[in-house]
């Protein structure tokens, strides 16, 4: 069975920075303040619409 890394999954900037800052995979989740909130110019690896769409993104896409 194929599984994914460790991955965050948050709305805020804050969360994707520290995603980026261990080494984790992450997932912004368009909910909240969705990535807007200016705190650090973190990127996510992925971008889901809300959290049952990111579920389905890790599970179709099995490990990276």
Do not use: H, M, N, Y
């Not at 200016?38 to 990276?64: N, R, S, Y």
């Amino acid at each position: 069975t194929k599984s994914w890394p460790p991955t965050v999954l948050f709305s805020g900037t804050a969360d994707i920075e520290l995603a980026c800052r261990l080494g984790l995979r992450s997932v912004l989740v368009q909910t909240g303040s969705a990535g807007q909130d200016a705190c650090f110019d973190a990127k996510p690896d992925f971008v889901a619409v809300d959290i049952t769409a990111a579920a389905e993104l890790i599970v179709a896409t099995g490990a990276p």
